[in-house]
């Protein structure tokens, strides 16, 4: 994935070289369209519970729908085989409560096996 062009809008959030950081410093800003896929793997796995950026995203996703950039049905989905987003139960909880006030998709149980991409023009 991480080897794809960056007009996938595929990213990756791993510091395993320069490349990767420069790719994903922007990764959320210039994502111009359509809906956004946050996944987190299945549990457990190092950096746990830190990778959850829907919330993140949604708040560049607001400003950019206020600016015209991003369509107006545009929208966050979270995606994990997990059962929660946290373990501990009351972050998990505020977690959820939030998404669902900022209208953030919520999805438990999946797990990504492929990201197909497809050519654009």
Known sequence: MRAGPEEDNVFVHMLDNKETISRNYYHGWNHAGGNMICYSPKAPYKGEGNDFYALYYESWLRQD???????LRSKIQYWTPNKEIFKFGYANEVALEECHKRGIEVMFGWELLKVHTSEIG
């Not at 729908?65 to 369509?71: C, D, E, K, S, Y």
């Open 65 to 71: 729908q206020a600016l015209g950039i991003h369509g």
